[in-house]
């Protein structure tokens, strides 16, 4: 859903909305067209979403239904279900569905501004970079700041260093994606330096930013997370209209009378702030930011900028994943970020290999 705001202040006739889209007027000077069939899309995302929360929720070594599983939601049921559902695996759905959202919304606004379905901020070095940082602080480098904070720094420092070495061509193009893997590539060896000079405890302490993990997060974080994804979300709606001027070349966009550079800046902006927090809570959970935009295009049947299509269908698959590496070898866990990255592997092969003669969204 992505509505497009016409300011249409010395409207004095009645505007007809074209087919498929509801105009919603705020005032008499703001008017969003909203399309219907993205509404319906998303109402439909939500469902499936909630109905895989409640399963996640019920699903484990004990077993609890979905009727039990709503009634404790609403603080009924049996003290034992109340502690396994609101204490232990709520905490972690939620930071499921949060960094979920937020690696998909940031993959959606990265692949839009490199117009190159695979420029997302793993493939760019913006979560490596910020799990480099992460663990830097982790580890206990000289530095007390928290590993939050540093995740977030990470993730600055990689898009200003990749948007500086690709030079004149900005966020165009395959020379942005190289340099992105460059950086990326060393903040990796980075972090794997790092850990090599520490001991194995404090090296175990810091494995979970590693590999990309939901086992007990802090809650805290999970709480500034889902208010960074709620408030970027916002943002990306009120900026929609102008991002979605993006994927064209910028003689068409500064044609049209837009700043590219100052969009192009609101978009790095919340792409750093997502996947900065996002990475802080989860450490680099691979491949969700190019999965998740994916599915929501496939939904739609048309290669757009889908925000919140895209930030459900994210969500979603982080829970499903996070459910399949606590069930699949029971009582053994698989970190999310490797179950993602073993179903995104082959995904990320099957579009290089079915249209590897498309390069731009």
């Known amino acids: 859903m992505i509505p497009n705001r016409l300011f249409m202040p010395n409207a004095t006739q009645e505007t007809v909305p074209p087919n498929g889209y509801k105009l919603l007027t705020l ?25 895989s929360c409640v399963m996640t929720l019920g699903i484990g070594t004990m077993m609890i239904s979905p009727k039990e599983v709503i009634a404790v ?5 049996s003290p034992m279900s109340q502690f396994i559902v609101q204490d232990l ?23 839009t501004m490199a117009r190159n379905r695979l420029a997302t901020p793993g493939i760019i070095g913006i979560d490596n970079a910020a799990m480099a940082f992460a663990v830097s602080s982790v580890v206990g480098m000289g530095l007390s700041i928290a590993p939050s904070a540093m995740a977030l720094a ?3 420092t990689a898009t200003a260093l990749a948007f500086g070495l690709a030079g004149g061509s900005g966020t165009r193009g395959y020379r942005f994606i190289v340099a992105g893997i460059g950086i990326g590539a060393i903040a990796g060896a980075v972090t794997q330096l790092l850990l090599s000079q520490v001991s194995i405890d404090v090296a175990n302490s810091a494995y979970p930013w590693t590999v990309g993990s939901l086992s007990a997060r802090d809650p805290f ?6 208010a960074g994804v709620a408030v970027c979300l916002v943002a990306c709606l009120v900026f929609a209209s102008q991002f979605a001027l993006l994927p064209f070349s910028d003689q068409v ?8 550079k100052y969009i192009r800046i609101i978009a790095l902006v919340l792409c750093i702030t997502l996947t900065g927090l996002a990475v802080s809570v989860a450490g680099p959970v691979g491949l969700v930011a190019l ?24 969500a979603l698959v982080m829970v499903i994943a996070d459910l399949v590496g606590r069930t699949i070898l029971s009582p053994i866990e698989l970190p999310v970020g490797i179950v993602t990255a073993v179903v995104g592997g082959p995904y990320l092969i099957w579009i290089l290999i079915k249209r590897s003669s498309r390069s731009s969204l």
């Open 154 to 156: 990470g993730a600055a």
């Open 253 to 260: 966009i500064t044609g049209l009378g837009a700043n590219i």
């Open 89 to 111: 695996r709520l905490p972690r759905l939620l930071a499921a569905v949060f960094t979920g959202a937020a690696f998909s919304l940031a993959g959606c606004l990265m692949q």
């Open 291 to 314: 999965v998740g935009p994916e599915i929501a295009r496939v939904l739609a049947r048309y290669r757009g900028i889908l925000l919140v299509s895209s930030a459900l269908t994210g």
């Open 27 to 51: 005032g008499h000077k703001v008017r969003i067209l909203i399309e219907k069939k993205a509404v319906v899309r998303n109402i439909w995302l939500v469902l499936i979403l909630l109905l």
């Open 73 to 77: 939601v609403f603080g009924h049921g």
């Open 221 to 226: 974080m999970v709480h500034i997370l889902g």
